[in-house]
């Protein structure tokens, strides 16, 4: 890999809102700045909140920057460094989490704590198989376990929505995302209506399937680049932690068991009522669950 001092990396313009919205009373938008830094295969756009502490890596789920995670990122940002990744156009998931590597160096981050949020709990785990050394702790939020099994299904999924009309990708995105929303809603109408407002202005892109498809190609590989068999009961040592909801409608009773079961020694916080949406419908909360789990010595799962 070549040195760190052959990349660039360049600050961009003061970062778009992601504060907490006016039901929190806090203020509009939060002190940050976006980062611009190429790497080999693709130029990575990364969110910068806070400072001090040990570094945590944010990976999103397939919403990207605008999954709504905002306001549980900026409490966390209240007492250390967070950096938010936005995916690159990359359909190889060893190309991604290498490319996360070269950040890092770049960045000068020996280690970080990894947040993973749904899809981004998969960029995490493949990530902590590949690059071991380079993960403290991680802690995989309303995330699958990697199964071998799972890669039929994922194909089917990429083949179906690369030949979708335009319209009708968009229309099923809207109704699923509406729906996974559902507690955020409840929770906080403004909240709710924020991230619908940037889902809509994503969607409205020509290529607004190309990130979704990349990311189920990601997927596939993954499964026989790092193999499930190569999870963290090799590697006990890790501080993993997750954080699932009961009422997870995207990640099912089953599926939670199956994560529990792919990582023996972590620690689980497990939300009532959240669904799939914790860091929206409780981002007070979600951030001490971080918190906890990021904790030196292994945390506990508390209440």
Known sequence: MPAPSNRRVAPRAPTPRIGP????????????????????????????????????????????????????????????RVLALEYPPVRRMTALVDGIVELLDQLGLATVDVLGSSYGAWVAQCLLRRHPT??????????????AQDAKRLRIAAA???????????????????????????????????????V???????????????????????????????????????????????????????????LRAAHPHAVVRRFRGTGHVTALVAPAAFADAVAALTSTPRASSGP
């Open 134 to 147: 380079r993960v403290r702790c991680a802690v995989l939020a309303h995330g699958y376990a990697l199964r």
């Open 200 to 258: 809509r202005a994503m969607l409205a892109a020509p290529d607004a399937a190309a990130p979704f498809i990349a990311q189920q190609h990601c997927m596939i590989e993954s499964l026989t680049a790092m193999p499930p068999d190569a999870g963290e009961t090799v590697r006990p040592a890790h501080t993993v932690g997750i954080i699932e909801s009961d009422d997870d409608p995207v990640i099912g009773a089953r599926a939670r068991e199956r």
């Open 160 to 198: 179906v929505w690369r030949v979708l009309p335009p319209p009708l990708f968009r229309a099923m995105v809207t109704l699923r995302v509406r729906a996974v929303l559902a507690p955020a809603r409840a929770a906080s109408r403004a909240r709710y209506e924020r991230v619908m407002l940037d």
């Open 21 to 80: 919205d006016d039901d929190a009373g806090g203020p509009a938008g939060a002190a940050g700045r976006r980062l611009s830094i190429r790497g080999s295969d693709a130029v990575w756009q990364v969110l910068e909140l806070g400072s001090g502490g040990s570094t945590l890596l944010a990976l999103p789920g397939g919403l990207g920057m605008v999954d709504g995670a905002g306001d549980a990122l900026q409490a966390i940002a209240a007492s250390r």
